[in-house]
């Protein structure tokens, strides 16, 4: 657990590598009340992944926010995510005006496969959006389902990145896997995608598809750490594309709803020995890079 200096060691970190900061693509701020249920959930972790899930940054919403600029985060997303119809244009309200409130937070939003959804993307691109969030595993749906099919294109028009929870861990859903995403693809070439938690746990398979699509990035939230490599190791014979999509791989921590402190993330990624100059570009440069377009 984080101790009281770790907000000095993680800007050792980024400073050792000559960054001006971190850019973190995925950290979750969201309503109150919606928060307080996500931790309820992860309170209830152990008994439904086997491992208990002690939430770190269990803190009141300034203080999680003057964590992230203590850390040296010049940039952090407020990950929001819709699990029924009629919730996403209500989160995307409360995230437009919690960048508008917060400094360095890109503007977030979301999306559900329902009426009105191309409108409400649409707005939202519009009115600034930065950053989509798509939860396929708590939301339960088809990335295919053709409800979504004009807010994919709308958003592959735009460039506007979607960091997309598509893979079967810590838990599978109907819905999660290479498959869907491989065949929205096919379609949306173009398609911006930011594969979460490297698609853990089916890193090779998403490993492929950012290989074959140029636009397809992947967040590092939760992989290569102690946690994650109980549950679901990254094969180490995998490690040499992460050299060759060193460009397109994103630092994502999860922030704050992590059992580990921050460092952990950090230290996790130093491990793989990729070399500074991986380690910069991930930390920093892909990140800042993809949100200066
Ligand atoms: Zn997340």
């Known amino acids: 657990m984080p101790g009281d200096d770790e907000a000095r060691q993680v800007r050792a970190f980024w400073e050792r590598l000559g ?45 999680r926010v ?19 119809p009629g ?25 559900f496969p329902e009426e009105g959804v191309e ?20 939301g339960a749906y088809d990335p295919n389902d053709p409800l979504l099919d004009g807010a994919w294109g709308l958003l592959a028009g735009a460039g506007v990145p979607i960091v997309i929870h598509c893979g079967s861990g810590p838990a599978p859903g109907k819905h999660t896997g290479p498959g869907p ?6 379609r949306h070439p173009r398609l911006r995608l930011v594969v979460a938690h490297m698609g853990m746990p089916e890193y090779a398979d998403f490993l492929n598809l950012a290989e074959r699509y140029e636009e397809v990035r992947l967040d590092t939230t939760m992989a ?9 190791p990254f094969p180490p014979a995998e490690r040499p594309r992460l050299a060759d999509l060193g460009d397109r791989i994103l630092l994502g921590s999860d922030f704050p709803n992590i059992p ?8 996790a990624l130093q491990r793989l020995g990729m070399g500074d100059d991986w380690l910069r570009a991930v930390c920093h440069d892909n990140g800042a890079r993809l949100f200066s377009q």
């Open 87 to 111: 919730m996403a244009e209500w989160l995307n309200a409360w995230a437009a005006d919690f960048a508008a409130r917060v400094e360095g937070c890109l503007r977030t939003a979301t999306l």
């Open 119 to 138: 409108r409400y993307v649409a707005e939202a691109v519009d009115g600034g959006a930065r950053v989509f969030k798509a939860h396929v595993q708590v």
């Open 19 to 63: 960054a001006p900061g971190l850019v973190d693509v995925h950290t979750h701020f969201m309503p109150e009340r919606v928060l307080r249920k996500v931790w309820a959930y992860f309170d209830s972790a152990g008994p439904l992944t086997g491992t208990e899930w002690p939430i770190v940054y269990r803190e009141e919403e300034d203080r």
């Open 66 to 84: 003057e964590l992230l600029r203590e850390f040296g985060v010049l940039r952090f997303t407020s990950m929001v995510y819709p699990h029924k």
């Open 260 to 267: 580990y402190g921050y460092l952990h993330q950090l230290q």
């Open 224 to 232: 290569f750490t102690d946690f994650s490599e109980r549950l679901a």
């Open 181 to 186: 995403v491989a065949r929205l693809l096919a």
